[in-house]
T-cell receptor, first 114, second 114 residues
Framework: QKEVEQNSGPLSVPEGAIASLNCTYS??????FFWYRQYSGKSPELIMFIYSNGDKEDGRFTAQLNKASQYVSLLIRDSQPSDSATYLCAVNRARGSGNTPLVFGKGTRLSVIA | GAGVSQSPSNKVTEKGKDVELRCDPISGHTALYWYRQSLGQGLEFLIY????????KSGLPSDRFSAERTGGSVSTLTIQRTQQEDSAVYLCASSLEWTGGVAFFGQGTRLTVV
């Protein structure tokens, strides 16, 4: 079982819809969870991080974490064509002390259709 | 500097040659990561430096790969006797220790082995 698993997609949604991106992880010791966005030919950039169970909202983005189910998701409301990118889920065991490396999923490609 | 800086941006080398890739992290960031990303693939962890701790080298694919970090700042990734399968984008990221993974990426070095 891979440490961090994501559906590779592509996930296609119409402009204005909600895009839902999912990620599961295998290590129950994982404490910190991150969503990165990567445009084609560019480096990953951080969108959100979440440490506690529940929802965390930032503008059009909501991260959801369920540690019991080892599941983290990213919702993008009012999707725009500019949101079209690959979304990478990342986890690590550390919280408050960066003593383990980030482990990334392979990413989900999102396409927002105008 | 303002962001993570990597050099060179592009490197074309002949099979069997050695290459050095440089990463200059954000000032004050104690954690530094090297990842590799092949075309259309996810981020493959290579090595992780955290402060004065021994680096986590568990991701290095072979003994042809090595990395060092001098003075807790600049890092160099060295690939000896390059092979065609080493062709990829090599990404460096840095973070503050206490954030547990809020990492900022450089623009990457695209390595092509011919």
């Amino acid at each position: 079982q891979k440490e961090v698993e994501q559906n590779s997609g592509p996930l296609s949604v119409p402009e204005g819809a909600i895009a839902s991106l999912n990620c599961t992880y295998s290590d129950r010791g994982s404490q910190s969870f991150f969503w990165y966005r990567q445009y084609s030919g560019k480096s990953p950039e951080l969108i959100m991080f979440i440490y506690s169970n529940g929802d965390k909202e930032d503008g059009r983005f909501t991260a959801q974490l369920n540690k019991a189910s080892q599941y983290v998701s990213l919702l993008i409301r009012d999707s725009q064509p500019s949101d079209s990118a690959t979304y990478l889920c990342a986890v690590n065991r550390a919280r408050g002390s960066g003593n383990t490396p980030l482990v990334f999923g392979k990413g989900t490609r999102l396409s927002v259709i105008a | 500097g303002a962001g993570v800086s990597q050099s060179p941006s592009n490197k074309v080398t002949e099979k069997g040659k050695d290459v050095e890739l440089r990463c200059d992290p954000i000032s004050g960031h104690t954690a530094l990561y090297w990842y590799r990303q092949s075309l259309g693939q996810g981020l493959e962890f290579l090595i992780y430096f955290q402060g004065n701790s021994a680096p986590d080298k568990s991701g290095l694919p072979s003994d042809r790969f090595s990395a060092e970090r001098t003075g807790g700042s600049v890092s160099t990734l060295t690939i000896q006797r390059t092979q065609q399968e080493d062709s990829a984008v090599y990404l460096c990221a840095s973070s503050l220790e206490w954030t547990g993974g809020v990492a900022f990426f450089g623009q990457g070095t695209r390595l092509t082995v011919v």
